[in-house]
Every structure is written in structure tokens, then in C-alpha cells.
């Protein structure tokens, strides 16, 4: 049997699964025994999300290659760590601006058409990028107007994508279906920039992006037999744009989870989350270590964040959902306190290990939330709101550039993770006290 096979139920659907589902489920059953990774197999089994899951891996991997590509020709063609930080926010405000628009799509059309449309046109992006640097007409400017593009393209599959796997699995195991997206993203995030490095040191940009191209052709190649597995519009579509984005923008502010979610996402992407844009500067002024070291302190946030993935993805009881993810928001600012006040290099690494475990549970339960909570004819629309609400981290990158350079690293992440808490607690404890509707 192929994936190319139509969905079916029973024995059948179960033992197609199985071919690589147990390569997920490995580290969660050492976790947690042989009931957590049955609880990774029931939603590997089904045929249509592990297409959508090896879709994603390849988007992911195609981003981590190209997250990495963009700082360092950025740099090689500038000079200026400013200029960098400019194309880095060129790449991400996409999210931001266009975030509600984009759920308004995934709301209106056929969420594997979008999938289709977004990784077809990022192989022809990854491509164009190619021969521009390739043909050595490569320069700062071409670079960024084509990483533009890219932002565009995320923007549109992030809402299309976590609304699919509602569709696909139901609220009983949306939770666990994110926690597996975040297990993707995590390991796309040790394998992507491990691939860009080699190409760009070897082999030069053009062949980076090349194979940035294959990573995303493969990815349309996944997504082809989704087209018409990942539901479409529901209900009665609203007349213009601009009343979705009415209808869409109140139906989340006039609901109390989906209203302190937000907030809360704003405040982790514009204070908390930049603190990963400054521990380079971090490592070498204050712990005074070199490239391998702070490559360790990545790992470790990564590694953390992979282990607190597969723990969700794990779980075979109902998560609370709403707890899980105040305890997140509220522990990592304050692991962000101590790692400013820290200067041993074990003790930082141990530090990212638990910084990462919160961050992918936040990451998890925001999605989560949000699905669980938005009506059923809105729920792209949420999401666009949500990336959106995600989108807003160039914004504290900037920001926590300039305290840096100010104050110096140390003083910003306590400067910031303080004014986080500030934001956090009040919108936080009510939502953990909060029943479940």
C-alpha cells in the first residue's frame, strides 16, 4: 500500500500507519510507557493527517534552511548586524499584516488548495532565489523583496494548516495533533539550518536554495492527495472580505479564552520571545564563550522544547488545556529572570532546557485554545488573528536591540521578562481558574 491510497477505516487504515508512525512514537513510549505511544499511533493512523504532518516537516525544514540562509547572506552582502535584523523583520511583519486576511482564505477556500498554492509557489521562490544568486546577481535588496514572499506564503499556511487538523482529528485530539506539529517544527529546527550550513560553507547560496526548492517540491508532492481530505468553507459565506474580518475580529474578542490568548501572545512575542535574537551578544559579553558554545545554548532550548512536544503528544488523558498553558506563560518569564542573573554556562544550558519545555507547551496550548474555543464557520479566521498576534516579534526584536545596546543583554532580559509578568499574570490566573465551556 502507498499514501497515495484513499483514506479507509478499520484494520486496514491502522496497519498502513503503522509503516512509519513507530519512528514518532519511540521517545514518547520511553517517556511514558506503552500507552503513550499508542496514544502517537492513534493519530498517526490516520492517513490523511501523517500526509499533512510530512507536508509540514518539509515547509518546516524549507524555513529553518531559509531563517538561516537569510542572516548569514544578510550579513555577508552588509556588513551590519542592523541590516540583518531589518531583513529578518522584512521576512516575519508579513504575519502580522496580512495574518487576519489570511484566515479569512482559510476560511473561504479549500484548505488543501491552499496548502497546494503556497508550497508550489515557495519551490518557485526557492528557485528564483537560486538563479538570481546563481547567475551572481545576488545582492541585499533582490534578497529581501524575495523573502517577502516567503513571510507572504507562511502567513497563508499557518491558519490553513492547524485548521486542517481540526477538521481532520476533532477537539478530542487537536491537542495531541499541535504537540506532533511542534514535534516537526523541532526537529526541522535541528535539521534545516544543519542542511543551509553545509550547502552555504560548500557549496554556496545558489545550491542552498536549490535545495530549498526540492525540500518544498517535496512537500507539494505530499500535499497533491489532500486537495480533498481537508474540508473547505462551512456554512453560509459572508459577503465581502471586510465582514469576515468584522465577524471574525468579534467572535474572538467576545470570547474570554480567545481573548486572553491573544493578549497573552502578544506580550510573549514582543517581550519574552526576543531573548533568543540577543543570547549571541548574551554569550559572548557576558559568558564569554565562542560559536560552539552558544550553538549548544540553542540546542538545549530546542532540545527542551522537542521533550515538552512529544510529553503533550503523549498524553492519552484529556489535557487541561487552559492550565497547562497559564502555567507556561507563566514560568517561562521567570526562567528568563534567571538566566539574565546567570553566568555559569551549565547552568544557562539547564535553564534552556526548561525555557524550551515552556515554550513549546505555550506553543501548543495557544493553538489549541484557540481551535477549541472559535466557532466552527470562524475558525480560520481566529487563527489568521492568532499568527497575527504571533507576527508581532519583529516588532520586540527591534525593541530589545536597542535595550541591549542600551543596557546591555542581561538588564533587557530582566528589563523584558519582568514587564512580560506585568502583562501575563492578570490575564493568566483568570484563564487557568476559567471552567471549561
Not at 529578518?88 to 482564505?105: I, Y
Request: glycine share 10%.
Amino acid at each position: 500500500m502507498t499514501l497515495d491510497e484513499p483514506p479507509t477505516t478499520g484494520q486496514a487504515a491502522r496497519t498502513r500507519g503503522l509503516h512509519w508512525g513507530p519512528c514518532l512514537a519511540t521517545v514518547p513510549a520511553a517517556l511514558g510507557g506503552p500507552e503513550t505511544s499508542r496514544t502517537i499511533l492513534d493519530v498517526l493512523r490516520e492517513p490523511t493527517y501523517h500526509r499533512l504532518w510530512l507536508s509540514g516537516f518539509c515547509i518546516n525544514v524549507a524555513r529553518w534552511m531559509d531563517i538561516v540562509a537569510l542572516g548569514w547572506l544578510a550579513l555577508q552582502l552588509t556588513g551590519s548586524p542592523f541590516m540583518v535584523g531589518l531583513a529578518a523583520f522584512a521576512r516575519s511583519a508579513p504575519l502580522m499584516a496580512v495574518g487576519p486576511f489570511a484566515g479569512v482564505v482559510a476560511d473561504r477556500v479549500p484548505r488543501g488548495r491552499v496548502l497546494v498554492v503556497t508550497q508550489a509557489a515557495g519551490a518557485v521562490t526557492a528557485l528564483a532565489l537560486a538563479v538570481v544568486f546563481g547567475s551572481g546577481a545576488g545582492g541585499y535588496w533582490p534578497l529581501v523583496g524575495l523573502e517577502v514572499v516567503f513571510g507572504l506564503l507562511w502567513a497563508l499556511d499557518f491558519p490553513a494548516r492547524r485548521t486542517a487538523l481540526y477538521a481532520i482529528l476533532g477537539a478530542e485530539r487537536v491537542a495531541q495533533a499541535v504537540s506532533l506539529e511542534t514535534v516537526s517544527m523541532q526537529l526541522a529546527k535541528i535539521l534545516g539550518p544543519l542542511a543551509a550550513g553545509v550547502c552555504l560553507a560548500r557549496f554556496g547560496p545558489a545550491a542552498c536554495f536549490a535545495a530549498m526548492a526540492v525540500v518544498y517540491a517535496a512537500g507539494l508532492a505530499v500535499s497533491l492527495g489532500l486537495r480533498a481530505r481537508l474540508g473547505g468553507p462551512v456554512g453560509e459565506t459572508p459577503a465581502s472580505v471586510a465582514a469576515s474580518l468584522r465577524a471574525g475580529l468579534h467572535a474572538a474578542w467576545a470570547r474570554p479564552t480567545i481573548r486572553a490568548v491573544l493578549l497573552v501572545t502578544v506580550a510573549m512575542n514582543v517581550l519574552f520571545f526576543p531573548y533568543q535574537h540577543m543570547l549571541p551578544v548574551f554569550a559572548r559579553d557576558v559568558l564569554a564563550v565562542g560559536p560552539a558554545a552558544l550553538g549548544g545554548l540553542f540546542a538545549a532550548d530546542g532540545c527542551g522544547a522537542l521533550l515538552g512536544a512529544l510529553a503533550i503528544a503523549s498524553r492519552r488523558r484529556r489535557l487541561a488545556h487552559r492550565q497547562l498553558f497559564a502555567a507556561a506563560v507563566l514560568v517561562a518569564p521567570g526562567l528568563l529572570v534567571a538566566l539574565a542573573a546567570s553566568r555559569w554556562l551549565p547552568a544557562c544550558v539547564a535553564l534552556l532546557l526548561l525555557m524550551g519545555v515552556a515554550e513549546s507547551s505555550f506553543a501548543a496550548m495557544q493553538s489549541t485554545l484557540v481551535l477549541l474555543a472559535a466557532p466552527e464557520h470562524m475558525r480560520g479566521g481566529a487563527m489568521g488573528i492568532l499568527s497575527a498576534c504571533i507576527g508581532t516579534q519583529p516588532v520586540g526584536t527591534l525593541l530589545i536591540g536597542l535595550l541591549a545596546a542600551s543596557i546591555g543583554a542581561p538588564l533587557a532580559f530582566g528589563v523584558n521578562a519582568v514587564l512580560a509578568l506585568a502583562v501575563i499574570v492578570p490575564l493568566a490566573v483568570p484563564l487557568a481558574r476559567r471552567a471549561p465551556a
